[in-house]
């Protein structure tokens, strides 16, 4: 093969690009904006993991200016595609405020949408969850539900008009990995709409074992900002998102029990 | 708050809320864009809420006059996951 022909990542596309509601996205990895040691590591971190939707909080402005919490001094929304969140929200009506709070700040009508119905365990309440769906969709609000790897749930979440499911590899901040990734299959092959993983990746290995249960994309915020080196960590996500892409795509060898000689058997020396 | 109260506060030129769940007390016929300049803050960075409603009309906020007792939250985006 001549030097000019050698097959690089950017000329194996992808047959299935990643768009969600219609709006196409340069990236399968979106991230949050949370938890770093300082807005400068922030943005370096979210540039290098290559994300175009990052995810953010509506919180009270501090009054007292002791912090500079707001996020949009350092982020430029022209250049990512902001999605709010309902993050601390405990029931339907407390997230709805959210995110109308989040629409009226002008720049789209998506919202990642939180029920949170343990403060152990930051598991939904998929009842709230889903009673929020509807509401927000009755709005004209693009939903994305962050849920559990329950089926059942994402195919209501799904039938009450949800743009994209987000079920979790294992608890929001615990960095377990995928817990159960017969459950997160199952839910790819019987949505329609896509499926984000979100939270519980706690490094590249995580992010790649879930990108090859052939899911649409993934949400991390602590698995890249609580690392030792953030912003490397964030390049080492990026390589294991599109790589995990790739091995879904490229579809894995059958496993065997017993091995299989890679090296011929005949024209051994001395046969 | 009692008749007495509003009274007290009309004649002491101040407007008494709750903002963002503290007290706080603004001139007398402040309009919501007085009290953000009064802040500092810029009306295209955070989302303001009075008494539940969400003022999504930003020309506006210069002609909405502040009342006695009003409850005002004033947010905006912070890093979240």
């Known amino acids: 093969m001549a030097h000019a022909d050698v097959i690089s990542p950017a000329t194996l596309s992808d047959p299935q690009p990643f768009a969600i509601a219609g709006h196409e996205f340069r990236s399968r990895l979106m991230v949050g904006t949370g938890k770093y040691a300082s807005n400068e590591q922030m943005i370096d971190a979210i540039e290098a993991s290559g994300a175009e939707v990052v995810t953010v909080a509506v919180r009270r402005v501090d009054l007292d200016r002791s912090k500079d919490e707001a996020i949009l001094h350092h982020l430029d929304p022209d250049r990512y595609f902001l999605l709010a969140n309902t993050a601390g929200c405990y029931n339907a009506s407390e997230a709805i405020r959210y995110a109308r709070l989040a629409r009226a700040a002008g720049f789209n009508e998506w919202v990642k949408l939180e029920v949170i119905g343990d403060q152990q365990t930051l598991l939904p309440d998929t009842e709230g969850l889903l009673e929020a769906t509807k509401t927000l969709v009755g709005e004209g609000f693009k939903v994305l539900a962050y849920t559990n790897d329950d089926l059942i749930t994402a195919l209501k979440l799904e039938d009450a008009g949800a743009v994209a499911v987000m079920p979790l590899a294992s608890p929001i901040g615990s960095g377990l990995g995928m817990l159960n990734p017969y459950a997160i299959r199952t839910i790819k092959q019987r949505l329609s709409v896509p499926v984000i993983v979100d939270a519980g990746v706690g490094t590249a290995s995580d992010a790649c074992i879930v990108m090859e249960q052939g899911v649409d994309g993934i949400l991390m915020n602590t698995g890249i900002a609580a690392a030792q080196d953030p912003v490397r960590m964030a390049v080492a996500m990026r390589a294991a998102v599109e790589s995990g892409r790739n091995a879904y795509l490229a579809g894995r060898m059958p496993r065997r029990e017993v091995a299989v000689p890679s090296s011929p058997t005949t024209g051994m020396l001395g046969s | ?81």
């Open chain 2, 1 to 81: 708050m009692s008749v007495s109260s509003l009274v007290s506060e009309h004649a002491s030129g101040e407007v008494v809320l709750t903002l963002n769940g503290a007290r706080h007390a603004a001139p007398s016929g402040s309009t919501v864009a007085d009290l953000l300049a009064s802040l500092e803050l810029d009306a295209r960075t955070v989302v303001i809420e009075r008494n539940g409603t969400i003022l999504r009309d930003r020309d506006s906020l210069a002609k909405i006059e502040l009342s006695p007792g009003d409850t005002i939250e004033i947010v905006h985006f912070v890093g979240g996951g």
